[in-house]
């Protein structure tokens, strides 16, 4: 179970190199699909996921590094993995609430694809946080 969740945490540096990407040049993101296209997303949520990306790009290399010191079976992995996975966790949450609070007041915050993709990624990151919780605290309990 440990090797599974290890290598979805590892997959998690896709999501993590799209942020680092958005933070670099925004526009390349939207260009290639990693951001909400500025034709089908208002200019304020926009700027909220820029922020966003910059806020994932400083903390969101947890999980992955979990990923790859459970890999390893390295002593350090548990820990990792509860900070990781809660950083994925509130980050899953936090960002759908986000989108949920602005599509109610009328904000578009994309097309109808772009806010599916988008809803999987909310669902993956969460799920995969929680998972790495469930496995570091059976390791250490």
Request: aromatic share 10%; with cysteine.
């Amino acid at each position: 179970m440990r090797v599974t969740v290890a290598i979805l945490c590892l997959a998690a540096w896709l999501l993590y190199v799209g942020q680092l990407i958005s933070v670099v040049n925004f526009p390349l993101a939207q260009r290639l699909g990693l951001q909400e296209s500025p034709d089908h997303a208002d200019p304020l949520a926009s700027c909220l996921e820029l922020w966003t990306a910059r806020w994932d790009a400083f903390w969101l290399w947890t999980l992955p590094l979990a990923g790859i010191l459970m890999l390893m079976n390295h002593w350090f992995w548990p820990y990792m993995a509860l900070i990781g996975g809660g950083a994925f966790v509130d980050a899953g949450g936090r960002e759908a609430a986000k989108v949920l609070g602005l599509n109610q007041k009328g904000v578009s915050t994309g097309s109808r694809r772009e806010q599916r993709i988008i809803a999987g990624a909310f669902v993956f990151i969460t799920a995969v946080g929680c998972l790495a919780i469930a496995v570091s605290l059976a390791a250490v309990v």
